[in-house]
């Protein structure tokens, strides 16, 4: 009988795993997928309720599969997004993201066909898995209705949702005025007589006044972060700079990469271009790099650069930061630098306390709606009730000594108890953020997809 593989999680990461395994034809597999929200495929990236919601890489860069670098350029060229000739417009455009979960779906009904012809076993089941618990050699997965058992798990649950901030009287996150999950927002149940509060001003900021402004909200939007640094747009993004990882090649400390950087930067100034691509440059070298630095220097970094090393690498393409700056320039966006100190709701009215930064000061707001986009909340102590927090109770995962994920080994199997390794669960995507640094954009994800596919195939 053939072994059987446990995906959780069909986002991206996991149907793209399932696509690599399925292409094997020496082996017959026995594969079950789990994926509770979302419709398969997209995730919540690639399932956008606006067709205005762009892509934040450019198209060149986005295929699906690491050993064919054009497979998403020329699939649009195939469904007609352009004529032959404008291929190169293309392939430097950032598309909608839609588009792009309409490219997943088509892998996907392809993969249920390889799958198919191959004479695998696939089947999908639309469920939260809740628990993982070892039994007798195998896994078993529970959600509501199933248990089944499985010899191989690989974790693939992506972004957590935002943890809530800490302010005075947390009972506040039961209101109904508070929406924790950006990307489900139920707009019809909200009111358009006072402004919105969003907290947190990156990329899903963004995201979120572009759905309300589409939706007719035409009340002035405040957002809250510690910074308040203004979002950067893509600029630079066809020239490519490489002289800076020639010089991070070998073991450098972080504050020698930071030295390295600034000069470098100084150069590139003298010639009139911004920072955008050195960073870009580093972006190959970046999990190399973090996996250079030691703990305390990891520390350092999450303290004092983090915020700006977020600003410099979460760009967007030009048309929605021009339609940003739009708003902030006509006063219908107002991005604070700051602390949300309180919350509370009196007769249906949201009224925040906020220590403004740039003021020295404490003010109050008052808002119809708060909604939190301050990303994933990664500590998955402080999770309550769900699939990642049972498993640790098993001790079947470990956090990361920074609680931005778990712990993996090269090979993405998971650190259990006393730095021991897992040879049967493997996880990637989000989840291990805290061993590489960057593990969330395609193309990590293709390429994990298909190290784990190989590494299971192989067992
Ligand atoms: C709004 C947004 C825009 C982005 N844009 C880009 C971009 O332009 N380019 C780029 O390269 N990257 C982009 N990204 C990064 C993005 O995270 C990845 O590209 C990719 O979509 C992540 O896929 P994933 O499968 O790892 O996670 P997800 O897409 O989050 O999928 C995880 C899936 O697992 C399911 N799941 C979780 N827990 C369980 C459980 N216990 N049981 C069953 N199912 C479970 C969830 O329901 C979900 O469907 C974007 C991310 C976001 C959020």
Known sequence: MANR???????????????HLVNQTNKKLDIILFNYTNKLSGGVAYNPKSKRLLLNVIASKMSAFPDQPNHFVEWCLKNGLAKE?????????????????????????ETIEISRKNGHELNVFEEEVQNVQKTNGAYNLKSKNYSLNVDFVVLATGNELPGNPEILNPSFFHSEYYHQN??????????????ILIIGNGLTMVDTVIELRENGFNQKIVSVSPNGFNILPHRNFTFEYKGLLTQISEKHSLLEIVTIFNQELKRLNEFGISAEPLIDSLRPNTQKIWKMLSLSEKRLFLKRLRHLWGVARHRIPFVSYDFIQKQQIENRLEILAGKIIDISVQNGIVHAEVFDKKRNTKVKHTFSNVINCTGPETNIS????????NMLNEELIVQDELNLGIQVNEQFQVIVKEGRTSSAIFAMGNLIKGVLWESTAIN????????ISEKLVNR
């Open 5 to 19: 593989i446990g995906i959780i999680g069909g986002g991206f990461s996991g149907t793209i795993l399932v696509r």
């Open 85 to 109: 000739n404008e291929s190169s417009i293309l392939a430097s455009s950032f598309l909608p993201r839609a588009v792009y979960g309409q490219y997943l779906k088509d892998i996907w009904n």
């Open 182 to 195: 950006p990307w489900k927002i139920n707009l019809s149940n909200f009111k358009n007589d006072q402004p």
């Open 382 to 389: 402080r999770l309550s009730d769900c699939l990642l927090l």
């Open 444 to 451: 990590e994800l293709r390429s994990q997809a298909k190290y």
